[in-house]
T-cell receptor, first 109, second 114 residues
């Protein structure tokens, strides 16, 4: 049962940064924040995860607030191929991933 | 590395018929998962295997769904008999171990029950 709140949809101009918010106000100390995305007709794709510190990889950056009650996924230069549903999930290591309905991001040319 | 392979890609059956889906996980991945994704919803876990043993099947409708993972590699998910509400995408995922890493998902099988 999803413990996160995300806006149902967002738009972003191509080439600009996409900032996707996620609220997880009841997160426990041992729960990680994960982000996946699902492009139409494909399975979900793992993007990034973190516990406390901000994280960056070749796909995105994850910013977690100091109180860990919210986070933001940043796609620095959005392209049309980034149009997808983005899922924010909190998870204790070893437990399953509970997917909510996510944020549908549309990148506009 | 090769991804998670699933087949068939699409399947249309009549209600009360049976259907089977196949999954080949990434080589060396001990943990395998089957998810069901109904249109407009996020994926929901049906069953989790660790090698060839079931770890969690609490959300699997066992009166009609069954799954097996012989020899701890490939897995098959079966529905018998199918109902209209089983129309969904069935996703298979695998992971190296139950650590902090994410899962790798296949592209899924889209089932339509008419």
């Amino acid at each position: 049962d999803a413990k996160t709140t995300q806006p149902p949809s967002m738009d972003c101009a191509e080439g600009r940064a996409a900032n996707l918010p996620c609220n997880h106000s009841t997160i426990s100390g041992n729960e990680y924040v994960y982000w996946y995305r699902q492009i139409h007709s494909q399975g979900p794709q793992y993007i990034i995860h973190g516990l406390k510190n901000n994280e960056t990889n070749e796909m995105a950056s994850l910013i977690i607030t100091e109180d860990r009650k919210s986070s933001t996924l940043i796609l620095p230069h959005a392209t049309l191929r980034d149009t997808a549903v983005y899922y924010c999930i909190v998870r204790v290591v070893g437990n399953q991933f509970y997917f909510g309905t996510g944020t549908s991001l549309t990148v506009i040319p | 590395e090769a991804g998670v392979a699933q087949s068939p890609r699409y399947k249309i059956i009549e209600k009360r018929q049976s259907v089977a889906f196949w999954c080949n996980p990434i080589s060396g991945h001990a943990t395998l998962y089957w998810y069901q994704q109904i249109l407009g919803q996020g994926p929901k876990l049906l069953i989790q295997f660790q090698n060839n043993g079931v770890v969690d099947d609490s959300q699997l409708p066992k009166d009609r769904f069954s799954a097996e993972r012989l020899k701890g590699v490939d897995s098959t998910l079966k529905i018998q008999p199918a109902k209209l509400e089983d129309s969904a995408v069935y996703l298979c995922a695998s992971s190296l171990e139950t650590g902090t890493g994410g899962y790798t998902f296949g592209s899924g099988t889209r089932l339509t029950v008419v």
